[in-house]
């Protein structure tokens, strides 16, 4: 991963391998995004999540983060989102890949939702449009999608 960072451009990181380790680290060096990978020191980094996005810690709630995980299923997908991940990058990723997904979680975004059960950016992909079965007919603007992988249960 620090390798295709670099070739994608990113000029300076921070690894740590520690929930603690990473919250430290969004303290002092106040970062433009965070990739976390699925579990830290044992942990699911969705408390992290939670905790970045209740304002916990001292680390800025509106953090573009990304969630990583080795062949990531629909369920896992569904958990980064609901805990408040921009983005759920399944590994192993090309550099083009990672480079499409951490444009879009820093430079494109999405509605930021602030409600008493969830705090995160908008989970949905698309746009309302309209109130009938599908809703969702108009991507974001400045959306491109970037899966690479078929996500299976």
Not at 38 to 52: E, H, N, R, Y
Not at 98 to 108: D, E, K, P, S
Request: proline share 5%.
């Amino acid at each position: 991963m620090c390798d295709r960072l670099l070739a994608c451009g990113v000029e300076s990181f921070t690894v740590t391998q520690t929930i603690e380790g990473v919250l430290e680290a969004c303290q002092e060096a106040e970062p433009d995004a965070l990739i976390l990978g699925f579990a830290l020191d044992g942990a699911p980094s969705v408390q992290a999540i939670q905790t970045i996005r209740r304002g916990e810690k001292g680390v800025n709630a509106f953090l573009p983060i990304i969630l990583t995980k080795s062949k990531a299923t629909a369920k896992l997908v569904h958990a980064g989102m609901d805990a408040g991940a921009h983005e759920v990058l399944s590994l192993p990723a090309s550099r083009d890949v990672i480079g499409r997904v951490l444009h879009r979680a820093v430079f494109v975004g999405r509605p930021f939702i602030r409600e008493s059960s969830y705090i995160g950016p908008c989970r949905r992909r698309r746009q309302l449009d309209g109130f009938g079965a599908e809703r969702r007919k108009a991507a974001w603007p400045g959306y491109v999608h970037a899966a690479h992988t078929t996500y299976i249960d």
